[in-house]
């Protein structure tokens, strides 16, 4: 998940008065009332950059719901792949696609940031396409499966489910192409990829978050996706979720946050090109019913970060932003379990 990648102006760093929230996201959020919480949250807040996210306790926040800065547009990076999922699993349902399909390996799809397939070659089946690219995060992976269900697909579920402000690329080497300064819609392939290794660009290059080429999203979006996705509300079958929840299990990012013993599911992102960095980590965990008889109860979440600096900052910024978050989601739990 926090692999790097070797890839605008992040938003203005948060205000912070003192040690405390703004008084009217503390009383909004009803943090008043959960100290030790709200001492969390503010550990997240004060990481450089802009920051945003969104908890919520109980389907739709129905027992509690905190968010900051939650519809503002950041950088999220592989955190879309978990849109490629639901595409690919939908097109199983339908028949359009079978995940023990066996399904080329070679330099003709072959991406950065790659930690499963980079020096593979040959065949492999779907599922494990799949699972590449949801625990792993590669990106070799990403652009098989997304050469299957095809982009402007995945941007129709997007728009159907109702997620406004969420954008995925063609392919994460026509993202890493333009980024590299490659014309709109030009993928450089394997040679280009290796070009942008060795630090030769094609020209200008582009900022990550633009208008063309994108990993983009917001804490709400990702959380009423996971919210519905999570409940089945994209598949006709439970064999269906059953596989999606399997594959989300597998997201390396959940041993890095979640409380021990905790079932979750999630997929987190990153990016640093440049001087911009990036961290995202949207998902669910489960926590146990607190009395026989009582019901499961599901805390989706979002946390994202963007900044700007030298690459010095990443090291620091990554074990902050995991840590504050692991806080954050250990009092959830503490509070609400």
Same mark, same amino acid.
């Given at each position: 998940?926090?692999?790097?990648?070797?890839?605008?102006?992040?938003?203005?760093?948060?205000?912070?008065?003192?040690?405390?929230?703004?008084?009217?996201?503390?009383?909004?959020?009803?943090?008043?009332?959960?100290?030790?919480?709200?001492?969390?949250?503010?550990?997240?807040?004060?990481?450089?950059?802009?920051?945003?996210?969104?908890?919520?306790?109980?389907?739709?926040?129905?027992?509690?719901?905190?968010?900051?800065?939650?519809?503002?547009?950041?950088?999220?990076?592989?955190?879309?792949?978990?849109?490629?999922?639901?595409?690919?699993?939908?097109?199983?349902?339908?028949?359009?696609?079978?995940?023990?399909?066996?399904?080329?390996?070679?330099?003709?799809?072959?991406?950065?940031?790659?930690?499963?397939?980079?020096?593979?070659?040959?065949?492999?089946?779907?599922?494990?396409?799949?699972?590449?690219?949801?625990?792993?995060?590669?990106?070799?992976?990403?652009?098989?499966?997304?050469?299957?269900?095809?982009?402007?697909?995945?941007?129709?579920?997007?728009?159907?489910?109702?997620?406004? *402000?969420?954008?995925? $690329? %063609? &392919? =994460?080497?026509?993202?890493?192409?333009?980024?590299?300064? +490659?014309?709109?819609?030009?993928?450089?392939?394997?040679?280009?990829?290796?070009?942008?290794?060795?630090?030769?660009?094609?020209?200008?290059?582009?900022?990550?978050?633009?208008?063309?080429?994108?990993?983009?999203?917001?804490?709400?979006?990702?959380?009423?996706?996971?919210?519905?996705?999570?409940?089945?509300?994209?598949?006709?079958?439970?064999?269906?979720?059953?596989?999606?929840?399997?594959?989300?299990?597998?997201?390396?990012?959940?041993?890095?946050?979640?409380?021990?013993?905790?079932?979750?599911?999630?997929?987190?992102?990153?990016?640093?090109?440049?001087?911009?960095?990036?961290?995202?980590?949207?998902?669910?965990?489960?926590?146990?019913?607190?009395?026989?008889?009582?019901?499961?109860?599901?805390?989706?979440?979002?946390?994202?970060? *963007?900044?700007?600096? $030298? %690459? &010095? =900052?990443?090291?620091?910024?990554?074990?902050?932003?995991? +840590?504050?978050?692991?806080?954050?989601?250990?009092?959830?739990?503490?509070?609400?379990?």
């Amino acid at each position: 998940m926090f692999a790097r990648r070797t890839l605008i102006s992040a938003a203005p760093a948060l205000a912070l008065a003192g040690t405390g929230f703004p008084a009217s996201h503390a009383e909004a959020a009803g943090l008043a009332d959960h100290p030790a919480l709200k001492a969390a949250l503010l550990q997240f807040l004060q990481l450089p950059g802009g920051t945003g996210y969104q908890i919520d306790v109980g389907d739709h926040g129905r027992i509690f719901r905190t968010s900051y800065k939650g519809g503002t547009v950041r950088f999220v990076g592989s955190a879309v792949k978990t849109f490629i999922l639901t595409k690919f699993l939908q097109d199983v349902e339908d028949g359009r696609l079978d995940e023990n399909a066996l399904l080329p390996v070679d330099d003709r799809v072959r991406s950065l940031s790659s930690p499963v397939l980079i020096g593979m070659s040959g065949e492999m089946p779907a599922r494990m396409v799949l699972e590449a690219m949801i625990a792993h995060s590669d990106n070799t992976a990403t652009d098989i499966a997304m050469a299957q269900v095809e982009p402007d697909r995945v941007r129709a579920l997007i728009r159907a489910i109702g997620l406004r *402000n969420t954008v995925v $690329p %063609d &392919s =994460t080497r026509r993202l890493f192409s333009y980024l590299a300064g +490659a014309p709109a819609g030009v993928d450089k392939g394997w040679a280009g990829m290796e070009e942008i290794m060795a630090g030769r660009l094609f020209g200008e290059p582009r900022p990550a978050i633009n208008p063309v080429e994108s990993m983009l999203s917001t804490p709400n979006d990702f959380v009423a996706y996971y919210t519905r996705a999570l409940k089945g509300r994209f598949f006709r079958r439970p064999q269906t979720l059953t596989e999606f929840k399997r594959i989300q299990a597998m997201a390396d990012a959940i041993a890095l946050v979640v409380p021990p013993d905790l079932a979750a599911y999630a997929k987190g992102g990153s990016i640093d090109w440049g001087a911009f960095h990036a961290l995202c980590i949207p998902g669910q965990m489960i926590l146990p019913p607190q009395r026989r008889g009582q019901p499961k109860t599901p805390v989706t979440f979002c946390f994202v970060v *963007n900044w700007e600096g $030298p %690459d &010095s =900052t990443i090291p620091t910024v990554t074990a902050d932003f995991t +840590a504050a978050i692991s806080r954050v989601l250990a009092e959830v739990e503490r509070r609400f379990g």
